[in-house]
């Protein structure tokens, strides 16, 4: 299983930033798909977890009506809208799959077995 995630960039406060997730060697439509974020000196932090099949969708309290998740199981890709974006946004960020999180409350990194190596973005003025 392959994760490969682009889209990181430079942005000022306030703007967008769209972020894409790409797997290879897996039935992504079964899988449950996540994105995560790591700032320097901070622990990594569950930013969404979808369940496979969309029914459950996990956001953090930092990121919720900021940000938005989307599947497409045609293309094997997930797709992180990033809205109104703030310094604290700034981080690497991961894609993560996985065969048996089931969704819920909570967003652990435990759950996710396959990772892909990030992509960084950058909030600044």
């Known amino acids: 299983v392959t994760v490969a995630e682009s889209g990181g960039d430079l942005v000022q406060p306030g703007g967008s930033l769209r972020l894409s997730c790409t797997t290879f060697g897996m039935g992504f439509e079964r899988y449950a798909m996540a994105w995560f974020r790591q700032a320097p000196g901070k622990e990594r932090e569950g930013v969404v977890c979808?369940?496979?099949?969309?029914?459950?969708?996990y956001y953090a309290d930092s990121v919720k009506g900021r940000f938005a998740v989307s599947k497409d199981n045609g293309k094997d890709s997930l797709t992180l809208q990033m809205n109104n974006l703030k310094p604290d946004d700034t981080a690497i960020y991961y894609c993560a799959a996985s065969g048996y999180y089931s969704g819920g409350t909570e967003c652990p990194a435990s759950d996710f077995p396959f990772w892909g190596q990030g992509t960084q973005v950058t909030i600044s003025s």
């Open positions: 979808m369940s496979w099949d969309g029914e459950s969708t």
